[in-house]
C-alpha cells in the first residue's frame, strides 16, 4: 500500500532501543514509499530532530516524566512534525498521557502491519 503522491520521500524517523524492531519499523514505513532515519534511543532522537526535521516521528514509548519531557520537547522544536507513539497492549495510562502531551496516534505493540500502515498515513494526511 503506497502512500499518496503527495506524501510520497517524506520522511519518518524511527525510535526504538530494539534493533531486530527498529528494522522491521523501518521496512514498514519504507514499503509505503516514506523516507527513514532511525534513531536508537531518545537523545539521538532528538540529534536526528534537529538535523533532518521529520514530517513524523514513530517512537517507543513509556510514559514516565521523562518522556513527557520528551513528546514536549518534540513538540516545543518542531511543532509541525507529527508524533506516533507505540505503547505497550493495554496500558491505557501511557495512550491517554502520550496524547495529552502532544503525540497524534498512539499504537499498542504489538501493531499490525496494516494498522502501522494505515496510521502513518492518516497522521501525515492530518487527521
Request: glycine share 6%; net charge negative; with cysteine.
Amino acid at each position: 500500500m503506497p502512500v499518496p503522491h503527495t506524501h510520497q520521500g517524506k520522511q519518518v524517523l524511527v525510535v526504538e532501543t530494539d534493533a531486530d524492531m527498529r528494522h522491521l519499523l523501518r521496512d514498514v514505513v519504507e514499503e509505503l514509499g516514506l523516507q527513514v532515519a532511525e534513531a536508537m534511543n531518545r537523545q539521538s532522537a532528538i540529534q536526528e530532530l534537529l538535523g533532518i526535521g521529520p514530517h513524523v516521528i514513530l517512537t517507543d514509548t513509556q510514559i514516565t516524566p521523562d518522556s513527557r519531557e520528551y513528546i514536549q520537547t518534540i513538540r516545543a522544536l518542531s511543532p509541525s512534525c507529527r508524533i506516533i507513539a507505540l505503547a505497550m497492549l493495554g496500558d491505557h495510562q501511557t495512550t491517554t498521557e502520550a496524547l495529552a502531551c502532544g503525540a497524534h496516534a498512539v499504537l499498542s505493540k504489538p501493531v499490525s502491519v496494516a494498522n502501522l500502515q494505515r496510521t502513518l498515513i492518516r497522521v501525515l494526511d492530518g487527521e
